[in-house]
């Protein structure tokens, strides 16, 4: 199956649902934000030349005198703060709406970096939506394999290798990552796996209305996509924007920075993105128990 998605066809998360999938048990949720990263190696000012040509496009002037952080780089720095979560999996997806700045699969690496690795593969295409599709494809799968442990790696990077225009809601200004462990025995929260909607002639404020009427969450986060787009909020919602230029890991940097908060307190947490070019509307709820303990 692919789990790719062009303008018009049906989206992964439109695929008829064999029973409701469960809540995924989070067990802990990291980020990291990067600063230059490290050098091309020779090997690069050959390859993507090469294939660049072959899609009659060329590298930017200079593209290689500069640095970058590629997936492999970013996933191998932020995998040893989610132990003991990310000593197993049984599926790990990779979620990413930009090349990578590195030639080959940065998923094979983690048969190195995990003692215990299972399957891997990455979601890729699918625009603003694409981690919530990478989502889906774990619900399924816990649902229909009895998959336990479970990983969402979401990546942006910045380094550009063509000269191909790139869509306003998809430039990478900030290279990140963030993970996202699930465990059946875990207790950070109850992730809902996620709905999506089509906005087809219709406004994506008022779809989104109508899943916070139905969720009555106390925060909302918001993604690049719903930027200008949101209806009129009920007292007491806190709306929470992520940061610009991460079209992939903005609302997930968002609950993992206040995943420790929200414990605390309790929150409903409602995690919503538009992506105009599918003209989807994609919603996740969390729900987290609060501790009382601050």
Do not use: K
């Amino acid at each position: 199956m692919m789990y790719v998605t062009t303008p018009g066809r049906r989206s992964q998360t439109d695929a008829p649902a064999l029973g409701r999938p469960a809540p995924l048990a989070l067990a802990g949720a990291v980020h990291q934000v990067f600063g230059p990263g490290g050098r091309f190696g020779n090997d690069d000012h050959i390859y993507y030349p090469d294939l660049m040509r072959a899609y009659g496009a060329t590298c930017p002037p200079g593209a290689f005198e500069g640095r970058r952080n590629s997936y492999t780089d970013m996933i191998t720095a932020v995998l040893p703060r989610l132990r003991p979560h990310a000593d197993r999996f049984d599926l790990a997806v990779l979620a990413a709406a930009t090349p990578d700045s590195q030639p080959g699969f940065p998923m094979c690496h983690l048969s190195t970096l995990v003692p215990d690795a299972g399957l891997a593969f990455a979601v890729l295409d699918q625009g603003l939506v694409t981690a919530f599709t990478a989502l889906q494809v774990l619900a399924n799968r816990a649902r229909r394999d009895a998959a336990g442990r479970l990983l969402l790696i979401a990546v942006d990077q910045t380094t550009l290798l063509h000269d191909m225009p790139v869509p306003q809601p998809l430039r990478v200004e900030h290279d990140v990552v963030v993970v996202l462990a699930f465990d059946p025995v875990a207790d950070a929260g109850r992730l809902h796996p996620p709905h999506s909607v089509s906005t087809h002639g219709r406004a994506p404020a008022a779809v989104l209305a109508e899943a916070l009427a139905e969720h009555e969450p106390q925060v909302l986060v918001t993604g690049a996509g719903l930027i200008g787009q949101l209806p009129e909020m009920s007292p007491g919602v806190l709306v929470v924007p992520a940061r610009l230029g991460q079209p992939v890991t903005g609302v997930w940097q968002e609950v993992a920075v206040r995943l420790s908060r929200w414990q605390a307190e309790g929150a409903r947490v409602l995690i919503a993105d538009h992506d105009s070019d599918q003209e989807r509307l994609a919603t996740c709820l969390l729900d987290v128990t609060g501790t009382g303990r601050t």
